[in-house]
């Protein structure tokens, strides 16, 4: 009974040991990223945030595709966000000013949004980490982004580790049979529509 005791204590030891050493190497932000690494495009794969509203939110999507390109003014670079709502495309377009690991979108002063890019072992896909800030709303999101569609089930089950970390809820994971949106527009929006757009996601964000 004695020697079963002390076999059960170890293991409860060895597990509370590990989990700290698991986070502090998912948690962990990158270095010096070369910027040639993320150009181009990214399905989102699955996401999480701390605001239910949001959370809700992103589960409306079918799918969401981000474009990094290089604005030609290093450090800065131009981000598009592509959001799918059944026959519907939303086109999101930004400037990010990334900082070895860290970026800040350019939103004006609407709200502030400012992240990192953490830690993964899977070799196409980045993990980014945001810090959203408004009147209305503070909160984290966490997101999964690959070159694929759909990743392995070890390296979604890492993320799943990452989310637990911070203490996020389980992620939202975007079904990879629905259709995606092109990179451009088929017409360019006009002014209006993109005023309304931005209010739109600034409301789903508040």
């Not at 030891?13 to 495009?41: K, T, W």
């Not at 203490?167 to 259709?179: F, S």
Request: include cysteine; charge should be negative; glycine fraction near 4%.
């Amino acid at each position: 009974m004695f020697a079963l005791l002390a076999s059960v204590l170890l293991c409860l030891l060895s597990v509370s040991q590990s989990a700290p050493m698991v986070c502090e190497r998912l948690v962990h932000p990158l270095g010096q990223l070369d910027p040639h690494h993320f150009e181009g495009g990214w399905a989102l794969v699955a996401g999480s945030l701390n605001h239910a509203p949001s959370m809700e939110a992103l589960k409306l999507r079918d799918s969401i595709t981000m474009f990094f390109s290089n604005s030609g003014e290093a450090p800065d670079f131009s981000y598009t966000q592509i959001n799918r709502f059944g026959d519907q495309c939303q086109y999101l377009r930004y400037n990010i000013t990334v900082e070895g690991s860290a970026f800040t979108f350019n939103v004006g002063n609407r709200f502030n949004l400012t992240g990192d890019f953490l830690y993964t072992s899977c070799p196409d896909c980045v993990v980014m980490r945001w810090i959203v800030q408004s009147s209305k709303r503070r909160s984290m999101d966490m997101y999964l982004l690959s070159r694929r569609r759909e990743v392995e089930q070890k390296e979604l089950e890492e993320f799943r580790h990452q989310l637990n970390c911070y203490g996020l809820p389980t992620p939202v994971v975007i079904d990879p049979t629905k259709e995606s949106c092109p990179e451009q527009p088929e017409s360019e929006p006009t002014a209006a529509t993109e005023a309304q757009v931005e209010e739109k996601t600034e409301e789903q964000k508040a």
